[in-house]
């Protein structure tokens, strides 16, 4: 069984970074036949991806043209795990992040607990 | 970027067949997979590549897409099914999501 466990801050200053990682077991994120994926959930922007990465012979990444300027995901093999990190978070950021497993037929099938994160001095 | 629209919400009698649409742009063309959320929780996928149940989602949860439009059928509605609905496309690298469908079982 798949799992996600995700953890990270739930408070993050204006400006400053937003940092979440998600935890894989049951699966290995160098699957060439699966990504990795973060998705952010908010009254205001309903649910929105933010990007995945994923392996296939190299590692490659796709962002959404919305956060594409300040956003990264990472991906850990030595603890198999990915990461997300926002770069100057405003108030509109305050969202639910979740962590998502996609296989090759692109529909999300594992998803992590979610995060609330709240952007605020 | 591609829209995604579906209604806010939709009612549906217990035990009746409720319909939940997803409009986009020759979304026939595309692969739709749909999600169930209930309040506090992660969405859940219901259904995947326009009418495939994932293990452990009844055969009352049925998908079908065509022309501009994408539909989920939930026949024998319950009060269980009570919950926010999504469709999801994607298009080229990025995924979209509709606004989501929140179904009241009477």
């Given at each position: 069984q ?13 400006s ?12 290995s ?5 699966a ?6 959930q908010?009254p205001s ?22 956060v ?11 603890k198999?795990q990915?990461s ?19 296989p ?13 994160v709240?952007?605020?001095? | 970027?591609?829209?995604v629209?579906?209604?806010l919400?939709v ?9 939940i ?6 979304i ?10 209930k309040?506090?929780?992660a ?18 949860f ?6 501009n ?5 939930i ?5 269980g ?18 606004g ?7």
């Open positions: 798949v799992q996600l466990q995700q953890s990270g801050p739930g408070l993050v200053k204006p400053q970074t937003l940092s979440l990682t998600c935890a894989v077991s049951g699966d994120i160098s699957s060439n036949s990504a990795w994926n973060w998705i952010r908010s922007r309903g649910l929105e991806w933010l990007g995945r990465t994923y392996y296939r012979s190299k590692w490659f990444n796709d962002y959404a043209v919305s594409k300027s300040r956003i990264t995901i990472n991906a850990d093999t030595s198999n990915f997300l990190q926002l770069n100057s978070v405003t108030p509109e950021d305050t969202a639910v992040y979740y962590c998502a497993r996609h090759s037929w692109l529909a999300f099938d594992y998803w992590g607990q979610g995060t609330l709240t952007v605020s001095s | 970027s591609y829209e629209t579906q209604p919400s009612s549906v009698a217990l035990g009746q067949t409720a319909r649409t997803c409009g986009g742009n020759h026939g063309s595309k692969s739709v997979h749909w999600y169930q959320q309040p506090g929780q969405p859940v996928l219901v259904i995947y590549g326009n009418g495939n149940r994932p293990s452990g989602i009844p055969e009352r049925s998908g079908s897409n065509s022309g439009t994408a539909t989920l059928t026949s024998r509605a319950q009060g099914d009570e919950a926010d609905y999504y469709c999801q496309v994607w298009d080229s690298t990025t995924a979209f999501f509709g989501g469908t929140n179904l009241t079982v009477l």
